[in-house]
T-cell receptor, first 109, second 116 residues
Framework: AQRVTQPEKLLSVFKGAPVELKCNYS??????LFWYVQYSRQRLQLLLR??SRESIKGFTADLNKGETSFHLKKPFAQEEDSAMYYC???????????FGKGTSLLVTP | DAGVIQSPRHEVTEMGQEVTLRCKPI?????LFWYRQTMMRGLELLIY????????DSGMPEDRFSAKMPNASFSTLKIQPSEPRDSAVYFC??????????????FGPGTRLTVL
C-alpha cells in the first residue's frame, strides 16, 4: 500500500530562516515523488519532482530511499513562500497521485 | 489554453438534493482525476479515467457518488443524495500519459460544495 506522511500541519518560520517540510512515504516498489503547492486563492500546482532533480523558487528536495523521505528544503524563506505544501507519490509506472495531508507554511517578517 | 475548467466554483445545497460537478480537462490530455479535499483527510483521490474509461474508482466513498466521462472534453461527478459530510472542495485534474515531463497533473480551481 502507498502512504505519504507529512507530520507537520503547520510550520511557521521567520523570513530569511531555513525551512524544511518533512515528507515520509511507504511504498514497496519504485516511487515517483512530487511536491505540489497551493498559494492563497490559487490552484494546486506542481513545485518539483524528484526525477528532475531541479531547484524551483529556491526549493530543493532529495529522495532518500534508505529513510523513505523526500523532504522539501529552502535555505532562506521568503514571505511569498507562505502556502500549503503537499507531498505526493505515484508508482513509477502509474498515474494516480497519493497525497499527504499537507503542511501549511507561514513565513513571517 | 485556460487550463482545467470546473463548474460551478461554489455550490450550496440542502441535504438530500442531487449535486453535479463538472470538469473540462486540458485539450489533448488523456487522463482525468477527481479529488476531494477536506481539513480532516486532506486530498483524496476519488476516481480517475484514461481515454474516458474509469480505471480506478476505489476512492469513491459510497454508492451515492458516481462519475462519468462521456467524451474526452467533459466529466461529471454526481452526488445523489447529498449529505452534510460531503461538504468539501472537489478538484479535477488532467495529465498526459507518459513519464516526465508529462507526469505533471494540472489542477482545476476546485468546486467548494456546502451541504446544509
Amino acid at each position: 500500500a502507498q502512504r505519504v506522511t507529512q507530520p507537520e500541519k503547520l510550520l511557521s518560520v521567520f523570513k530569511g530562516a531555513p525551512v524544511e517540510l518533512k515528507c515520509n512515504y511507504s511504498y514497496s516498489g519504485s516511487p515517483e515523488l512530487f511536491w505540489y503547492v497551493q498559494y492563497s486563492r490559487q490552484r494546486l500546482q506542481l513545485l518539483l519532482r524528484h526525477i528532475s532533480r531541479e531547484s524551483i523558487k529556491g526549493f530543493t528536495a532529495d529522495l532518500n530511499k534508505g529513510e523513505t523521505s523526500f523532504h522539501l528544503k529552502k535555505p532562506f524563506a521568503q514571505e511569498e513562500d507562505s502556502a500549503m505544501y503537499y507531498c505526493a507519490l505515484s508508482a513509477l509506472s502509474g498515474y494516480a497521485l497519493n497525497f499527504g495531508k499537507g503542511t501549511s507554511l507561514l513565513v513571517t517578517p | 489554453d485556460a487550463g482545467v475548467i470546473q463548474s460551478p466554483r461554489h455550490e450550496v445545497t440542502e441535504m438530500g438534493q442531487e449535486v453535479t460537478l463538472r470538469c473540462k480537462p486540458i485539450s489533448g490530455h488523456d487522463y482525468l482525476f477527481w479529488y476531494r479535499q477536506t481539513m480532516m483527510r486532506g486530498l483524496e483521490l476519488l476516481i480517475y479515467f484514461n481515454n474516458n474509461v474509469p480505471i480506478d474508482d476505489s476512492g469513491m466513498p459510497e454508492d451515492r457518488f458516481s462519475a462519468k466521462m462521456p467524451n474526452a472534453s467533459f466529466s461529471t461527478l454526481k452526488i445523489q443524495p447529498s449529505e452534510p459530510r460531503d461538504s468539501a472542495v472537489y478538484f479535477c485534474a488532467s495529465r498526459l500519459s507518459g513519464g516526465a515531463p508529462h507526469n505533471e497533473q494540472f489542477f482545476g480551481p476546485g468546486t467548494r460544495l456546502t451541504v446544509l
